[in-house]
């Protein structure tokens, strides 16, 4: 399986839609379009993904879990760069490219990594497999275009937002 090389989400308002793409170091940047919806149930799987880190769940305070993930989630994304434009960006025109709609999520944790297959009514979908740091940027780059989108889901603060950096997509 290639690795992650970049992620981008962007909203578009005339779809009321967020096209995720993910960029890999062996094949361009498929795409896939993301309803509300679809994003609420994504989270949640990002949410599950992160609660099972050991670091957080061997905590029996229910505070102490969440500081310690947001504590840790702070340090990832201050390392994370959001600032490289994206790389498929220059090689294809959003007019030219029809990308599938999300129909289906089936995610699984194992060996401490998340597993999400993302998949079209028709047609091959998006495997990934993250581990908790790449899970932290995709849920900071979800809710960042969720905001633009003003859906207002029920994690409505964006992360990226606090860090005053800027996303590019």
Do not use: C
């Not at 994206?86 to 029809?98: G, I, K, R, W």
């Not at 207002?152 to 992360?159: C, F, G, N, Q, T």
């Amino acid at each position: 399986m290639a690795a992650i090389r970049q992620i981008q989400a962007k909203y578009d308002a005339r779809e009321d839609r967020l096209l995720l793409r993910i960029g890999t170091e062996a094949i361009d940047a498929p795409g896939i379009w993301l309803t509300r919806r679809y994003v609420e149930l994504l989270l949640k799987a990002l949410k599950q993904f992160a609660d099972a880190d050991p670091d957080v769940g061997g905590l029996a305070v229910p505070s102490d879990r969440e500081e310690v993930k947001a504590w840790k989630a702070q340090k990832i994304l201050d390392q994370a760069n959001f600032e490289t434009p994206f790389a498929a960006e220059q090689e294809q025109t959003e007019a030219h490219v029809s990308h599938p709609l999300a129909f289906k999520l089936t995610y699984k944790i194992k060996d401490e990594q998340l597993h999400l297959t993302l998949l079209p009514q028709l047609g091959e979908g998006i495997n990934l497999v993250v581990n908790q740091e790449i899970a932290v940027s995709l849920t900071a780059i979800l809710l960042s275009a969720a905001g633009k989108a003003n859906w207002r889901l029920a994690e409505d603060k964006d992360p990226l937002g606090t860090h005053n950096l800027r996303v590019v997509n």
